[in-house]
C-alpha cells in the first residue's frame, strides 16, 4: 500500500523558512518523480513542484520560483520542499504527491499545514 | 498559467446523473490525453477518480466516467449516491515547465 507522510508544517513569521519532508513507502520511491501541490483554506489545489525520479530535474509554479527548493533523498525515501521568503499567500495544506509515471499523479499524503502570519 | 475552469457547484438527487466540466485550452486540456479527476472530501487527502480522460483506476465505481472534446473535459457521476457528496478538481498536463494545473473545483451536493 502506497503511504505518503509529510511533516515539518507549523506556524512561521512572513519572511521565514521551513522545511517540509516526505516520508514514502509502499513503492519503489526512486523509481517515480514527486509533486508538491497545495492548498490554501477554503481555495483549491495548486501545483507547486516537481522533482525527477533521480533529482536530476525540478520544476516550479511561477509564484514560487526562486524561493522554494524541491529535492529528495532516495536511500532515504523522503521528498523534501525549503520554503524560504515565506509571504502570508504561502499559508496552505501542502501535500505530497506522487507521480502516476504517465504524466499523471495518483497517490497524495494527508498533507501538512503552513501558516504564515506575524 | 490559470486554472482550468470548473462550475463552482452541482447538485443532483440520488439516483440522478451530474456532468461537471473542466475547461482550458489548447496548451493543455485540448492538447494531452491526460486528463485526471481527484473527490476530495472534507479534511481529506484528494483521491484519484479518472486517469488519461477516460480510465477508472481499480476500485472505483463504474458510475464515474470520464470523456473530453477539444479544450472540454467532463466527469459524469451515474446513479448518485449520498457519499458521492464532495469536491471534485479535474487537473491536466500543461507542459515540460508547468506540468500540471488544477481546475477551480466543483462541489457536488446530493439533494
Known amino acids: 500500500e502506497v503511504q505518503l507522510a509529510e511533516s515539518g508544517g507549523g506556524l512561521v513569521q512572513p519572511g521565514g523558512s521551513l522545511r517540509l519532508s516526505c516520508a514514502a513507502s509502499g513503492f519503489t520511491f526512486g523509481a517515480y518523480p514527486m509533486h508538491w501541490v497545495r492548498q490554501a483554506p477554503g481555495e483549491g489545489l495548486v501545483w507547486v513542484s516537481r522533482?525527477?525520479?533521480?533529482?536530476?530535474?525540478?520544476n516550479y509554479a511561477g509564484s514560487v520560483k526562486g524561493r522554494f527548493t524541491v529535492s529528495r533523498d532516495n536511500a532515504k525515501n523522503t521528498l523534501y520542499l525549503q520554503l524560504n521568503s515565506l509571504r502570508a499567500e504561502d499559508t496552505a495544506v501542502y501535500y505530497c504527491v506522487k507521480d502516476s509515471g504517465n504524466y499523471g499523479v495518483d497517490y497524495w499524503g494527508q498533507g501538512t499545514l503552513v501558516t504564515v502570519s506575524s | 498559467q490559470s486554472a482550468l475552469t470548473q462550475p463552482r457547484s452541482v447538485s443532483g438527487s440520488p439516483g440522478q446523473s451530474v456532468t461537471i466540466s473542466c475547461t482550458g485550452t489548447s496548451g493543455d486540456v485540448g492538447g494531452y490525453n491526460y486528463v485526471s479527476w481527484f473527490q476530495q472530501r472534507p479534511g481529506i487527502a484528494p483521491k484519484l477518480m479518472i486517469y488519461?480522460?477516460?480510465q477508472r483506476p481499480s476500485g472505483v465505481p463504474d458510475r464515474f466516467s470520464g470523456s473530453k472534446s477539444g479544450n472540454t473535459a467532463s466527469l459524469t457521476i451515474s446513479g448518485l449516491q449520498s457519499e458521492d457528496e464532495a469536491d471534485y478538481y479535474c487537473c491536466s498536463y500543461a507542459s515540460s515547465d508547468t506540468t500540471f494545473l488544477f481546475g477551480t473545483g466543483t462541489k457536488v451536493t446530493v439533494l
Open positions: 488519461d480522460v477516460t
Open positions: 522533482v525527477s525520479h533521480d533529482a536530476a530535474h525540478t
